[in-house]
């Protein structure tokens, strides 16, 4: 598994190369997406393409997404690398300049590379078969725009570092006033008796497609309560269960925050429910 798509040229990985002045290299000056698929089958495509081009618009990078043209990259990629399950990787930098410059330069062309890798097999809705996550929590610290799905993510591996030095899969953000954010690489869900809640989005948090797709599967099904509104990490630490959704984890339950279980300390009946509608739903978007 190792052929990718460069500037459009599908070769092999190791022959692969970009200049050392690529801007992407140089600054983490570009924008990238994660789209998981099984057995070739996307998932939340047209969503994902959207907010790749939300991020390029928004970084001034003039390069206009052509779904069909993705979704053709998408399918070689998985074709050329032997199928399965396979995410596949999306970048695009402002592309390179003949000097190292903070102002965006004119005139140049961007740089597109995309791979395929291994993913583990969808989850299932099935609490014995739930993988479970404990986390740590701590301040966010990272820029005012984490709404931009930049390539920069120093900020974001430095959080999720924190969370693996105590023996963690992930760290859970608060903001000065001891408001959810999100957490270093997903989205975050909080539930209290049966009641669905999620921090709203804005400059603090990514918009994840997970999310999106979550919310609105759950609003289209209406049996279980949804809200998106500001939630206190009080009410992380109180909740009956809480979640971590992203498009590699899904809805990943999360049994225990620094040092402590999340209501009875397993996987609870709301996530079964809502990871079933999610398995029956996620080829829709």
């Given at each position: 598994?190792?052929?990718?798509?460069?500037?459009?040229?599908?070769?092999?990985?190791?022959?692969?190369?970009?200049?050392?002045?690529?801007?992407?290299?140089l600054f983490g000056d570009g924008i990238y997406e994660v789209?998981?698929?099984?057995?070739?089958?996307?998932?939340?495509?047209?969503?994902?393409?959207?907010?790749?081009?939300?991020?390029?618009?928004?970084?001034?990078?003039?390069?206009?997404?052509?779904?069909?043209?993705?979704?053709?990259?998408?399918?070689?990629?998985?074709?050329?690398?032997?199928?399965?399950?396979?995410?596949?990787?999306?970048?695009?930098?402002?592309?390179?300049?003949?000097?190292?410059?903070?102002?965006?330069?004119?005139?140049?062309?961007?740089?597109?590379?995309?791979?395929?890798?291994?993913?583990?097999?969808?989850?299932?809705?099935?609490?014995?078969?739930?993988?479970?996550?404990?986390?740590?929590?701590?301040?966010?610290?990272?820029?005012?725009?984490?709404?931009?799905?930049?390539?920069?993510?120093?900020?974001?591996?430095?959080?999720?570092?924190?969370?693996?030095?105590?023996?963690?899969?992930?760290?859970?953000?608060?903001?000065?006033?001891?408001?959810?954010?999100?957490?270093?690489?997903?989205?975050?869900?909080?539930?209290?008796?049966?009641?669905?809640?999620?921090?709203?989005?804005?400059?603090?948090?990514?918009?994840?497609?997970?999310?999106?797709?979550?919310?609105?599967?759950?609003?289209?099904?209406?049996?279980?309560?949804?809200?998106?509104?500001?939630?206190?990490?009080?009410?992380?630490?109180?909740?009956?269960?809480?979640?971590?959704?992203?498009?590699?984890?899904?809805?990943?339950?999360?049994?225990?925050?620094?040092?402590?279980?999340?209501?009875?300390?397993?996987?609870?009946?709301?996530?079964?429910?809502?990871?079933?509608?999610?398995?029956?739903?996620?080829?829709?978007?």
């Amino acid at each position: 598994m190792n052929i990718v798509y460069l500037n459009g040229i599908y070769l092999p990985m190791a022959e692969a190369r970009i200049s050392p002045m690529d801007r992407g290299f140089l600054f983490g000056d570009g924008i990238y997406e994660v789209i998981p698929s099984y057995d070739g089958r996307l998932v939340g495509f047209d969503p994902h393409m959207k907010r790749l081009q939300d991020g390029l618009d928004a970084i001034e990078i003039r390069l206009p997404v052509d779904h069909a043209a993705w979704r053709e990259v998408a399918g070689q990629l998985i074709a050329q690398n032997g199928g399965g399950n396979l995410g596949i990787y999306i970048h695009i930098s402002r592309g390179a300049d003949i000097r190292r410059n903070h102002a965006y330069p004119e005139d140049i062309s961007p740089t597109t590379y995309a791979f395929a890798f291994e993913i583990p097999p969808a989850p299932v809705p099935e609490k014995a078969a739930a993988t479970c996550y404990t986390v740590a929590t701590t301040e966010d610290l990272r820029w005012r725009r984490c709404n931009i799905k930049s390539t920069a993510l120093l900020g974001n591996v430095m959080h999720y570092q924190h969370g693996h030095a105590l023996g963690h899969k992930e760290t859970i953000l608060h903001n000065e006033a001891g408001e959810l954010t999100e957490a270093s690489a997903c989205n975050v869900f909080v539930v209290k008796n049966g009641i669905v809640a999620t921090p709203q989005l804005d400059h603090q948090k990514l918009p994840g497609i997970t999310r999106l797709m979550v919310l609105e599967i759950l609003r289209r099904d209406g049996s279980i309560p949804v809200e998106e509104r500001v939630v206190t990490m009080k009410e992380l630490k109180d909740a009956d269960e809480v979640w971590l959704t992203s498009s590699s984890k899904e809805i990943a339950p999360v049994v225990e925050v620094d040092g402590k279980p999340v209501g009875n300390g397993k996987v609870g009946d709301v996530w079964l429910a809502a990871q079933t509608l999610y398995t029956a739903h996620k080829f829709d978007f």
